[in-house]
């Protein structure tokens, strides 16, 4: 089946630690993107991808950091200097070209800080 | 620059009665709109969008939403709530090389 894997389903942080999101996809989209969610808040953009080895950061990209070594994988890492990680994180993917193609999301990653 | 408002952050049905969620879009250009779903601790999966064909769009689970350019809305309705519908749900409009996310509107349907 084809779609977005996210891994794991939930992770703890302890404080001043570095913690690596998973993020796959198999469904050949070029773009992928990192969203951060809160209660109350809607959905936020930290980084995204639109061709391999190239990235852009978000809305609230501070404390985050990203790689695009491969088509079909975009981690996300939470450092130390993200002082408030604790949220809900969806990764998603498109196709790159015309403006009506639609995202796809992965089933999420919940971090939590011990 | 393009953005949504969702005029409701929470809103209550009975099942059985019609659902009307709210949404007002801003864009210089002709937008893209979509309309997402998402259940508890889950992602969000698609309902329907919009991409400057017909104004009235058919999406799942018996969900549709009509784009009104001269009242810049794209209001999601549904005939008759189920209580499976309870979930949060986004308005999305697409720009350059984001997507531009509402607040959400968590619906509560009632027994």
């Known amino acids: 089946d084809g779609g977005i894997t996210q891994s794991p389903k939930y992770l703890f942080r302890k404080e001043g630690q570095n913690v690596t999101l998973s993020c796959e996809q198999n469904?050949?989209?070029?773009?992928m993107y990192w969203y951060r969610q809160d209660p109350g808040q809607g959905l936020r953009l930290i980084y995204y991808?639109?061709?391999?080895?190239?990235?852009q950061k978000g809305d609230i990209a501070e404390g985050y950091s990203v790689s695009r070594e491969k088509k079909e994988s975009f981690p996300l890492t939470v450092t130390s200097a993200q002082k408030n990680p604790t949220a809900f994180y969806l990764c998603a993917s498109s196709p790159l070209d015309s403006r009506t193609e639609t995202q796809y999301f992965g089933p999420g990653t919940r971090l939590l800080v011990l | 620059a393009q953005s949504v408002t969702q005029l409701d952050s929470h809103v209550s049905v009975s099942e059985g009665t019609p659902v009307l969620l709210r949404c007002n879009y801003s864009?210089?250009?002709?937008?893209?709109l979509f309309w997402y779903v998402q259940h508890p601790n889950k992602g969000l999966q698609l309902l329907l969008k919009?991409?400057?064909?017909?104004?009235l769009v058919k999406g799942i689970n018996g969900f549709e939403a009509e784009f009104k350019k001269s009242e810049t809305s794209f209001h999601l309705t549904k005939p008759s709530a189920h209580m499976s519908d309870a979930a949060e749900y986004f308005c999305v409009v697409r720009g350059t090389y984001k997507y531009i996310f509402g607040t959400g509107t968590r619906l509560k349907v009632l027994a």
């Open positions: 864009s210089s250009y002709s937008p893209s």
């Open positions: 991808s639109q061709i391999v080895n190239d990235f």
């Open positions: 919009y991409t400057s064909a017909a104004t």
């Open positions: 469904l050949n989209h070029d773009a």
